[in-house]
């Protein structure tokens, strides 16, 4: 039980607990700092053009990567890797954890920007994935583009996050990441970051003894949580199991 975990040394606050504080401050701090370097760094990338008439399909059917910057200025868009033709316990965890971070794009738009999910499978069948989750951002197929907007070095099959500009009917694009780069759109891990206990997973840089036994990946034990909840279903990413509590089906199938 957590109740039996390790904890950190329990000192007083007016000097121990502060000091300590105040010296990994700096560092915070000097970490900042360099984010903010690297992101003007960013900036200052130079681009490539892409195909502005990159096939995409949406809720409408057919459009083009031109359209789905919805006549803003930037786009933003995360590649959802797809196992086609398998059912949601299947779909990818890594995924389904950064989409459900994403809620509200006012924000974006109020910068000139749209941010899309382009999932790497056919529209139907991952559109009811979309639907069993309940996200609402915009959610288009790019099965048909991979070979044109995930170009080497990058890895179609792999998640990404791409930005893109538009020039009136010409599109750029301007910055990619990949893998643990994704960390950008997903605010659960910053905020595990701030914690005793971290995202207790079992790479981190813990004390000995550390919980140690979560990941947003689904594992032989189940939907981890902590602490180990007895006889919980196996096999699925944790942010399906409130869903299929509420009574929503995920089944992918056309029935």
Not at 125 to 139: C, I
Not at 140 to 153: C, F, G, M, V
Request: charged share 25%; with cysteine.
């Amino acid at each position: 039980m957590l109740d039996d975990a390790p904890m950190p040394a329990i000192t007083d606050r007016a000097t121990t607990y502060e000091d300590e504080v105040a010296r990994l401050r700096v560092r915070e701090k000097a970490h900042t700092r360099e984010g903010d370097a690297i992101a003007a760094a960013r900036r200052r990338l130079p681009m490539i053009e892409v195909e502005a008439t990159a096939p995409l399909t949406g809720p409408q059917g057919a459009l083009t990567l031109l359209d789905a910057f919805e006549g803003r200025r930037q786009l933003i868009a995360y590649y959802f890797m797809w196992n086609r033709g398998a059912s949601a316990r299947e779909q990818c965890e890594g995924c389904t954890w950064v989409t459900t971070q994403f809620a509200e794009p006012s924000y974006l738009h109020s910068r000139d920007i749209t941010y899309a999910t382009f999932c790497q499978g056919p529209y139907a069948e991952s559109a009811r994935y979309r639907d069993f989750m309940g996200w609402d951002m915009p959610w288009y197929s790019a099965e048909e583009s991979l070979d044109t907007l995930l170009r080497p070095p990058k890895q179609p099959g792999l998640m990404h996050l791409v930005s893109y500009l538009r020039r009136g009917d010409r599109v750029f694009e301007t910055y990619w990441t990949t893998r643990r780069g994704v960390e950008a759109a997903d605010s659960s891990h910053s905020l595990m970051d701030l914690t005793v206990y971290g995202r207790q997973e079992p790479w981190e840089d813990s004390p000995p003894d550390w919980p140690d036994r979560c990941t947003h990946t689904r594992t032989a034990g189940g939907a981890p949580t902590w602490p180990p909840i007895p006889d919980w279903p196996a096999g699925r990413p944790i942010p399906h199991w409130p869903r299929l509590g509420a009574g929503r089906s995920d089944d992918l199938t056309a029935g």
